[in-house]
């Protein structure tokens, strides 16, 4: 029996050897794009998943109320909630919980939002920040006074009791505004 002679695999890849130089030769000649971050920095699209903030009302008062839903709906395990109760002396949110600790790790942040999604209260949101960088990997795990939105003119830092004469409830419609509870235009 004789064997059939198998061709030389070798010649076979020299056509794909010449499309890959023919990829690299065409780049050769593009206009070279610079990126001149971070002297010049570009917008992002008003989409972005940024860095994370955690809301407050119009009085001040915090919106996350210590539910943990954003710590379970998280897939990469990035968020650290822990809840406490409100008592009449140290209010920080209108409910009957606040988010006495919260943490989020943005060495696991994937930036998917579904923490945002879970938020009953909108207390969660998402900036359009992308410098997030640090010196040190503890640097990176952002407590709760980095996340906090600023204060605005007229809110009071929390704690401090809700708006004369409001409920919860008042709070989660939007009824209260920074110098109290708002009447009512229908009444």
């Known amino acids: 029996m004789s064997e059939a002679k198998k061709p ?10 010449l499309a890959g130089f023919g990829v690299t030769f065409t780049g050769m000649f593009r206009k070279t794009i610079t990126e001149e971050y971070p002297e010049k ?20 008062l915090e919106k996350c109320i210590g539910c943990e839903l954003c710590a379970w709906a998280c897939p990469a395990d ?32 994937i930036g998917c939002g579904l923490c945002i999604e879970a938020c009953p209260t909108r207390a969660l949101t ?42 919860p409830e008042n709070y989660y419609r939007g009824e209260v505004g920074a110098d109290g509870l708002k009447k009512s235009s229908d009444a």
């Open 78 to 109: 990035a968020i650290y909630v822990e809840g406490a109760d409100n008592t009449d002396e140290e209010r920080y949110s209108p409910g009957e919980r606040y988010g006495r600790v919260y943490q989020i790790n943005y060495l696991r942040c």
């Open 126 to 167: 998402m900036t359009n920040d992308y410098e997030m960088a640090g010196p040190s990997r503890a640097g990176m795990i952002y407590e709760k006074q980095d996340l906090l939105a600023p204060m605005l003119a007229g809110m009071t830092p929390a704690p401090h009791p809700m708006a004369e004469g409001s409920r």
């Open 8 to 17: 030389d695999s070798s010649l076979f890849r020299i056509p794909d050897a």
């Open 41 to 60: 920095k570009e917008p992002t699209s008003r989409r972005y998943h940024g860095r994370h903030q955690l809301n407050r009302y119009d009085d001040g």
